[in-house]
């Protein structure tokens, strides 16, 4: 057993000022638990993302093919930056996502270019897009039931 090597403090009158105890010197360890007691910090190189609820992965694939709307090819990115090592789904979708949107984006060069060179003739190209916005939305449905949606024209730029 240890033996308590303290002095017992007596007991104090009232009216006196209390004396400060010495105490151990700085830095030196002290009995008890530590106060920064909890979980230890992961060995540097073995980070672990967590995986997402199946809820969540639905969320955020339903957001990679629905964004687009409101931020281009960016939402897609973004999410598929984000998410693509918490989850195989969530990957897989906003990739498909992506490359649909770089190819709308490689289609409206095209479109542009047909308009310009046919004097505004070529315009009708346009309503593709309409196609585009069907797509996307199909997509959105089905990943909201948990099923993967491919794109039925789409170039793979990421893989």
């Known amino acids: 057993m240890s033996e308590n090597t303290q002095q017992p403090e007596p007991p104090q009158q009232p009216g006196q000022p ?11 360890p002290q009995p008890g638990p530590s106060p920064y007691a909890g979980q230890p910090y992961p060995a540097p190189g073995a980070y672990q993302p967590q995986p997402l609820t199946p809820s969540d992965e639905r969320m955020w694939s339903i957001f990679a093919h629905v964004g687009p709307f409101v931020m281009s090819f960016i939402a897609p990115l973004v999410i598929w930056l984000v998410f693509r090592d918490r989850s195989r789904f969530v990957d897989q979708e906003a990739k498909e996502s992506l490359n649909f949107q770089i190819t709308l984006v490689v289609a409206q060069v095209a479109a542009v270019i047909i308009t310009l060179v046919t004097f505004g003739i070529g315009g009708i190209v346009y309503v593709v897009f309409i196609a585009a916005i069907v797509f996307q939305i199909l997509a959105a449905v089905a990943n909201n039931r948990g099923e993967p949606y491919r794109y039925p024209v789409n170039i793979r730029f990421i893989k």
């Open 18 to 28: 209390s004396q400060p105890q010495p105490g151990p010197a700085y830095g030196t």
